[in-house]
């Protein structure tokens, strides 16, 4: 049976369980499948939830830099907290 | 090697963040404000919320049909933006985990049981004590948060905080008439009275820690939406009956000012101005954590000012404020100066 979706700022924490450093464009890729219908599926409601993680102390930066056009590009990891944070996800999400 | 300009950048993007927090605070206190005029002295003033012959309890239930209803309302043009945004498939998300269930346990402490016990006890033991008592819900908040949350707040912010509680205190004191043996329930309505304090408290740590994951925009459409079911499936009967006026007394005055269209309308109005602040409060706990939060939305005593006014222009009445409340609105202001004083500090919420 195919998982429920998580809500997407919960499977933002759950991928960042899995990578060693992310951008907002790693996940417009890898959750494309699960949430590309979503209207909230772009660029500035991502990097919203993903600083929403941060001020809150889910996630920090790892590393930063400009992309080619000259814009921000933040490298994202979770943080302690935030893996403490995982155990509220759905079993079948553990 | 790390790229100082980015860094700066980075810097400044993350600061930008911050203050757009302390933004939407200052909006909730204000909309806040306007939502308050728009209820509790337009709409609940017209009848069925309130008639010339109701006794003690049918005027509780009045208000209490107004502010269920007026969640109702809130919830809907919640449900409304959220689909505009994309996101009406994350109510069910979320209600599947924990953090989403946290928010409706959050919303049963400062919707249903908050607002029964301080409309029954304003009524119980008039609004000097009950308000007074009520009103000590920021500090409330700001200790709890601290406690189980673990924010970090400067002594500069703690005065802020304390400064706009006895500031939205004064505003709305209001002198006692007669004496508290005309009060019957006088202390069981003190009782009541801290179920707001703790109730409203409770409900920004409960729905802050919920929202480290939970999208703020979901967790108050949430919020509205169960609130608004809770008072309008248990509060309003169980209430009736307490207060001896049958089953349905609460539920016949929610029917009556739908069936009279006007009273209804205006309701669906504040709860539009309801909805976008207690939307503005959600995203100010989540961004700038339940301390600064909790002093911004109580600067509403500051805004009835202004709201009033105009209200009172629009319908062409007379409008006077007291030296009190200017004395309270000028506390406020200070209060509100020191707790936004310095952005940088929201950099880091917690300890």
């Known amino acids: ?94 | 090697m790390p790229n100082p300009a980015a860094q700066k950048a980075l810097e400044a993007h993350q600061l930008n963040y911050a203050k757009k927090g302390l933004g939407w605070g200052i909006f909730s206190g204000a909309t806040w404000g306007l939502q308050g005029t728009l209820l509790y002295y337009l709409a609940l003033y017209m009848a069925p919320f309130w008639m010339e012959d109701y006794g003690l309890w049918l005027v509780v239930l009045g208000s209490l049909a107004g502010a269920c209803m007026h969640d109702g309302f809130a919830g809907l043009w919640l449900a409304i933006i959220n689909a505009f945004t994309g996101r009406w498939k994350e109510y069910v998300r979320t209600l599947r985990t924990r953090p989403g269930k946290l928010v409706c346990l959050a919303a049963l402490c400062g919707g249903p049981v908050g607002m029964a016990g301080y409309l029954v006890g304003i009524s119980l033991a008039t609004p000097t004590y009950a308000l007074a008592i009520s009103a000590t819900y920021p500090a409330l908040g700001a200790i709890l948060g601290v406690f189980i949350l673990k924010e970090r707040i400067v002594p500069r912010v703690w005065v802020g905080i304390i400064a706009c509680t006895i500031g939205a205190f004064i505003v709305g004191y209001m002198p006692p008439e007669g004496g508290i043996e005309q009060y019957p329930y006088f202390y069981l309505g003190i009782a009541l009275s801290f179920l707001p304090a703790f109730g409203w408290a409770l409900e920004g740590v409960i729905s802050t820690y919920g929202m480290d994951m939970v999208d703020p925009d979901i967790a108050i459409g949430i919020r509205e939406t169960f609130s608004f079911l809770v008072m309008l499936i248990i509060v309003l009967p169980v209430i009736s009956m307490i207060g001896g006026e049958g089953l349905a007394a609460g539920w016949k005055i929610f029917g009556g000012a739908l069936a009279a269209g006007t009273p209804a309308m205006w309701v669906a109005v504040a709860g539009l101005s309801g909805g976008l602040s207690y939307l503005a409060w959600y995203r100010a706990l989540n961004m700038t954590g339940v301390g600064r939060a909790m002093a911004f939305n109580v600067t509403y005593a500051l805004w009835s000012i202004p709201f009033g006014w105009l209200l009172a222009m629009a319908q062409g009445t007379e409008f006077t404020v007291t030296t009190t409340a200017i004395i309270g609105a000028v506390i406020i202001t200070t209060g509100t100066i020191l707790v936004v004083a310095n952005p940088k500090e929201l950099l880091k919420l917690r300890n």
């Open chain 1, 1 to 94: 049976m195919a998982k429920n979706l998580l809500p997407l700022r919960f499977r933002v924490l759950h991928y960042a369980s899995q990578k060693d450093t992310f951008t907002y464009l790693d996940l417009l890729r890898d959750l494309k499948e699960e949430y590309g219908n979503d209207g909230q599926f772009n660029k500035g409601m991502m990097t919203l939830h993903l600083d929403s993680l941060r001020a809150v102390g889910m996630i920090e930066e790892a590393d930063v830099d400009f992309d080619k056009n000259q814009e921000l590009l933040v490298q994202y990891r979770i943080t302690d907290y935030g893996r403490g944070r995982l155990s509220y996800l759905p079993d079948e999400w553990k």
